[in-house]
């Protein structure tokens, strides 16, 4: 059974700060998902990462993945308030039609 | 396009009632899939679809009933609600498979009492 673990769990952080978030998980897959949730809304895609040493990069966020490792993390770069919000990597389950979510990472980055 | 439409956005339930929340979606998606929210617990997959007259089951499927008779439609069904069923719940769809990209509703917030 995949299971997927991100941590740190909550940040807080001061706006031009540099912080990662890390997205473990425990078998085998190929593609992983960032998403974004603002308070009270619903979720949207941030990143699609489909290969080992896929990097993408948006704004302040880049995003990469280790499939020997199974691991990826997203990289937030000069924190500007703008970026608080909840953040989660999703890993499709191979041989499966299921994506599964970790617990989600909620920023809050602070003046 | 209006993209993936939940409804109703707000449901306030008690114990024992039956309801449905409805999702549709415009873009001729094949994959719908249900999620349900809780505080600390991340998404979890109730049920999906991959095409018409096509559900599986997800991670927590218990007290939950789906069907797809249309592409566009699939509603989830609580049979006889219980307070743990109070949670956010969310339709997504993607053009193929949990393997693309997923497109969110914008959630039901459902409290049974």
């Known amino acids: 059974e995949l299971k997927v673990e991100q941590n740190p769990l909550f940040l807080s952080m001061q706006e031009g700060k540099n912080y990662t978030i890390y997205c473990n998980y425990s078998?085998?897959?190929?593609?992983l998902y960032w998403y974004r949730q603002d308070p009270g809304k619903s979720l949207e895609s941030l990143f699609v990462?489909?290969?080992?040493?896929a990097v993408k990069q948006e704004g302040r966020l880049m995003a990469s993945l280790d499939t020997k490792a199974r691991l990826s993390t997203l990289h937030i770069t000069a924190a500007v308030h703008d970026l608080s919000a909840t953040y989660f990597c999703a890993v499709h389950q191979g041989g499966s039609e299921k994506l599964v979510f970790g617990k989600g990472t909620k920023l809050t980055v602070n003046p | 396009n209006a993209g993936v439409t939940q409804t109703p956005k707000f449901q306030v339930l008690k114990t024992g009632q039956s309801m449905t929340l409805q999702c549709a979606q415009d873009m001729n998606h094949e994959y719908m899939s249900w999620y349900r929210q809780d505080p600390g617990m991340g998404l979890r997959l109730i049920h999906y679809s991959v095409g018409a007259g096509i559900t599986d089951q997800g991670e927590v499927p218990n007290g939950y009933n789906v069907s797809r008779s249309t592409t566009e439609d699939f509603p989830l069904r609580l049979l006889s609600a219980a307070p743990s069923q109070t949670s956010v719940y969310f339709c997504?769809?993607?053009?193929?498979?949990?393997?693309?990209?997923?497109?969110f509703g914008s959630g039901t917030q459902l409290s049974v009492l």
């Open positions: 997504a769809s993607s053009s193929q498979g949990a393997d693309e990209k997923l497109f």
């Open positions: 078998t085998t897959s190929d593609r």
């Open positions: 990462l489909l290969s080992n040493g």
